[in-house]
């Protein structure tokens, strides 16, 4: 079974902190995607990394995958109030025909 | 182009009754997987269809099922229904390549069971 671990579970910042979201396995993943939830719709994709060691950047946001593809995080700067949402990771290999999600990270911020 | 549509957005029902929950993906789409959500568990996959076949099942059980249609649009159905099936069921379409793993949600479906 495979599965992916966020941490942390919950965090709550001022407007204008940098966070970080980890997000980790004992997996192998051939692609890993970021996806971001507002109360009462579905999640949102906001990102797909697939080689190792990638880095992507959309705006303030920065997602790294790790070496080993087992891993990766997402790194806000300077967040916004409009960031408030759950954060979830989700991996995808060739072989499962589905993705497993994270628990997600729920983020707050304040203004 | 349009998002993926889930009907109805709320119902709520009564142990023992079944319900149907309908999924239209995204125009050119072929794969439409369904996932229930909950605040203890998370995102859970209950199945995935692709070109009218079922492949590949998660760990529900035997109540809930699916099909999916020429057009591609999926439903699913779940009978006998319990307290525990009160959830937010998620419908998400992709291409159906494998290798990328996107997927594209609706809105969901929130069901309450009473």
């Known amino acids: 079974t495979q599965l992916l671990e966020q941490s942390p579970q919950f965090l709550s910042i001022q407007e204008g902190e940098n966070l970080t979201v980890y997000c980790n396995s004992s997996?192998?993943?051939?692609?890993l995607q970021w996806y971001r939830q507002e109360p009462g719709e579905g999640p949102v994709l906001l990102v797909t990394?697939?080689?190792?060691?990638e880095v992507k950047k959309l705006k303030r946001l920065t997602f790294q995958f790790g070496d080993a593809r087992k891993d990766s995080s997402l790194h806000i700067t300077a967040a916004q109030p409009g960031d408030t949402g759950l954060y979830l990771c989700?991996?995808?290999?060739?072989?499962?025909?589905?993705?497993?999600f994270g628990d997600g990270t729920t983020l707050t911020v304040k203004p | 182009k349009a998002g993926v549509t889930q009907t109805p957005r709320y119902l709520i029902k009564t142990r023992g009754q079944q319900v149907t929950l309908s999924c239209s993906p995204i125009s050119g789409h072929r794969s439409v997987s369904w996932y229930q959500q909950t605040p203890g568990q998370g995102l859970q996959f209950l199945f995935e269809?692709?070109?009218?076949?079922?492949?590949n099942k998660g760990n529900f059980p035997g109540r809930f099922s699916g099909r999916q249609f020429s057009n591609s649009r999926s439903e699913m159905n779940v009978s006998t229904l319990e307290l525990g099936d009160s959830a937010l069921y998620l419908c998400a379409s992709s291409l159906g390549d494998r290798a990328t793993g996107e997927l594209f949600f609706g809105e969901g479906s929130r069901l309450t069971v009473l």
């Open positions: 269809y692709f070109s009218e076949t079922q492949r």
């Open positions: 989700a991996g995808a290999t060739n072989n499962a025909g589905k993705s497993t």
């Open positions: 997996s192998v993943f051939s692609s």
């Open positions: 990394v697939v080689t190792g060691g």
